[in-house]
């Protein structure tokens, strides 16, 4: 994986390893903020993280529940879609900052419509559209290399 480059996800065998590395090295209290256009892939890399995880559930985007929480894996996974969230009081309201500090890991997608509420140490993936019709392109940002999957040239 490049850093602070980019990394070609070349469909979801491509997806599901970036999830199963941010599973593997996954600790609790970690944050990763998923970025990007609609259908650029940020709910397949939480189910890809999920399986890793072992979440036996089936992964869906919690669009209207804004958050899912999943405790049958190796650690908690919190799992927010904040596309709909029309104010802060809307995440404070759930508890969003006991998620934050909580013993699972949290994957945000839409992270970017909440930067401001975003604390430090968060690990920002960013996905975009590639070349062909199942390629996306992933850059993957932190402020600590342990913070995010090692990396590893392709």
Not at 8 to 34: C, H, M, S, W
């Amino acid at each position: 994986m490049i850093r602070n480059g980019i990394l070609k996800l070349e469909g979801p065998a491509d997806t599901a390893a970036l999830g199963q590395r941010i599973a593997e090295n996954a600790e609790p209290g970690e944050i990763y903020a998923l970025i990007g256009d609609l259908g650029t892939g940020k709910t397949t890399l939480v189910q890809s993280v999920a399986a890793a995880l072992g979440v036996r559930g089936k992964i869906s985007s919690p669009t209207f529940t804004i958050v899912q929480e999943y405790r049958d894996g190796r650690i908690p996974l919190y799992h927010f879609d904040v596309y709909r969230v029309s104010s802060e009081d809307d995440l404070f309201e759930i508890g969003f900052d006991e998620y934050l500090e909580g013993s699972g890991i949290c994957l945000i997608e839409w992270a970017d419509l909440i930067e401001d509420l975003l604390p430090d140490g968060v690990c920002r993936i960013y996905l975009d559209y590639g070349e062909t019709e199942g390629e996306r392109l992933c850059r993957i940002e932190g402020p600590e290399p342990a913070e995010c999957p090692e990396e590893r040239e392709q």
